[in-house]
Nanobody, 115 residues
Framework: QVQVVESGGGLVQPGESLRLSCAAS????????VAWYRQTPGRQRELVAS???????NYADSVKGRFTIARDNAKKRVSLQMNSLKPEDTAVYYC?????????WGQGTQVTVSS
C-alpha cells in the first residue's frame, strides 16, 4: 500500500510564506503525476498545482505567480512553495500522486492565513 504523507501546514499572517512537503512510498514515483489540491468546508476539492512526469506545471489561476510546485524523484518528494499568502488560501491541502491506474492521497495538512 502506497503511503502519501504531507507536512508543513500551519498558521501564518497574510503576505507570509509557507512550504508544504509530501513524501510518497512508491518506487514508481518518477512516472506519476504529482499534484496539490485544497478543500474548504462545504466546497469541492480543487486543484492548486500539478506536475506530470515531464516536469511541466499547471496552476490554478488564483495561485499563479505566488505558488510553485516542485518534485524530487530521487527522494520521492513533492513540495509546494506558497508566497504572498492570502486569507482565501486557507484550506486543508492534500498531496496527490497518480498514474493511469493508480491514485493516492495524503491525509491533508491545514493551512490557515489570518491576522
Amino acid at each position: 500500500q502506497v503511503q502519501v504523507v504531507e507536512s508543513g501546514g500551519g498558521l501564518v499572517q497574510p503576505g507570509e510564506s509557507l512550504r508544504l512537503s509530501c513524501a510518497a512510498s512508491t518506487i514508481f514515483f518518477s512516472i506519476y503525476t504529482v499534484a496539490w489540491y485544497r478543500q474548504t468546508p462545504g466546497r469541492q476539492r480543487e486543484l492548486v498545482a500539478s506536475m506530470p512526469r515531464d516536469g511541466s506545471t499547471n496552476y490554478a489561476d488564483s495561485v499563479k505567480g505566488r505558488f510553485t510546485i516542485a518534485r524530487d524523484n530521487a527522494k520521492k518528494r513533492v513540495s509546494l512553495q506558497m508566497n504572498s499568502l492570502k486569507p482565501e488560501d486557507t484550506a486543508v491541502y492534500y498531496c496527490n500522486v497518480a498514474g493511469s491506474n493508480s491514485n493516492y492521497w495524503g491525509q491533508g495538512t491545514q493551512v490557515t492565513v489570518s491576522s
